[in-house]
């Protein structure tokens, strides 16, 4: 808790030297800086002709990935508001609640660095793909840029408003869907990295000490980045070999563990609780992680990589999908409003689009409760 309200007085203070610096700009400006509550943009048409030579020359090829993304979209859609249904429900039935919503907050809820190369890495991807389809069908772009939303960084292409919503019907669900499509494929293609290059070169090496529980026995003992490397005599290299130890302990009972600190070999004889969920059950209260290295050497290279691509895999994945939930703003309920007013009188559709923005609201509301609580401990 103290931690969190020493990132948000730095984050807070950030602002209030930009608005210091630079003054509060509101009014929406074709080029250059505006910084409103917590938002900060950049505008300009420096990339337009990049984005317009790109989606102009492979205009076919667009136009297939981005139909492509329209069935794409319509699946994701109904697999995300099903996963957010189905969780809240048991949610509000049992008092074992499952966070299916996470706050991405690099630094707090995500690593740092490699959180934050992750985002940009989906909003890049997010936004071109919707610039490239854009333009091959004939879309002007208004403007390309940055964001900061908060703590938060993105990127955004900005396209004619007026033109967009006098397009064809299949060219706005074109340029909707293109977002996520391109998060889609950006997580199919870090993961095909993951598995093939990067997995052969590395192997488990213990079970990194990620974060202590509060009341746990552990907490006299170990500290967080301790690496786990032995329990009992039997060598740790995997956390599932963690889990089986530890599943065959009971509330009491004294385990020998051996760890790597700081390079230097450890061991200490440390007694067991009892697991909160289940008493006879022995509890050391550790949050474990598997700690890997490189078979090849290079660990300063072949870690950070694998770490990074990880995450471009993670948030591109999740992100994408969400993206796709059918409630206004995100692009998923830009494709579910569209098409509904393309075949249901307008009221109905209008109204059919405010239930699920109501129903969506509240699945969010009910999925997210559990991670908000986490995070204000």
Avoid: C
């Avoid at 509550?37 to 981005?66: C, E, H, M, P, Q």
């Avoid at 389809?133 to 840029?145: D, M, Y």
């Avoid at 408003?161 to 299949?170: D, G, I, Q, R, V």
């Avoid at 098409?339 to 969010?364: D, N, R």
Wanted: proline share 5%; no cysteine.
């Amino acid at each position: 808790m103290v931690n969190l309200i020493t990132v948000l007085a730095v984050i807070v203070g950030f602002w209030g030297i930009l608005y210091l610096i630079g003054g509060a700009y509101r009014e929406e400006k074709e080029e250059g800086l505006q910084i409103d509550f917590f938002v900060a943009l950049w505008r300009t048409k420096r990339f337009v002709d990049f984005i317009d030579r790109v989606g102009t020359r492979f205009r076919n090829f667009w136009k297939g990935y981005s139909t492509l993304a329209i069935g794409l979209g319509f699946v994701g859609m109904a697999y995300v508001f099903y996963t957010l249904f189905t969780l809240a429900l048991q949610n509000l039935r049992t008092k074992v609640v499952t966070p299916a919503v996470q706050l991405v907050i690099p630094g707090v809820t995500i690593p740092l660095w490699y959180g934050l190369i992750g985002l940009i890495v989906v909003v890049f991807v997010h936004e071109l793909s919707h610039g490239f389809v854009a333009r091959a069908e004939n879309l002007p772009l208004k403007s390309v840029g940055l964001v900061l939303f908060f703590v938060i960084p993105g990127a955004f292409v900005e396209p004619d408003e007026e033109a967009l919503n006098k397009a064809p019907l299949l060219s706005r669900l074109r340029v909707y869907a293109a977002g996520s499509m391109g998060n889609i494929v950006t997580a199919i293609v870090t993961l095909l990295l993951l598995s093939f290059v990067l997995t052969p070169i590395i192997q488990p090496a213990g079970v990194e000490v990620s974060n202590l529980a509060e009341n746990g026995p552990a907490r006299d003992y170990l500290q967080k980045g301790d690496i786990i490397i032995g329990i009992n005599g039997h060598e740790i290299k995997a956390v599932e070999e963690f889990f089986d130890i530890m599943n065959k302990t009971s509330a009491g009972e004294i385990i020998e563990v051996e760890l790597l600190r700081n390079g230097n070999r450890l061991k200490f004889s440390i007694p067991l609780g009892s697991h909160p969920d289940n008493p006879e059950k022995g509890y050391l209260g550790v949050y474990p992680a598997q700690h890997i290295i490189s078979k090849v050497g290079f660990d300063n290279i072949v870690l950070p990589v694998s770490f990074s691509l990880y995450w471009i895999y993670i948030l591109n994945l999740g992100i994408g999908l969400m993206n796709l939930f059918p409630i206004v703003p995100l692009d998923g309920g830009k494709i579910l409003d569209e098409s509904l007013k393309a075949f249901l009188p307008s009221k109905v559709a209008k109204s059919i689009t405010y239930l699920f923005i109501g129903i969506g609201i509240f699945l969010l509301a009910v999925n997210l409760f559990p991670a908000l609580k986490g995070l204000l401990g």
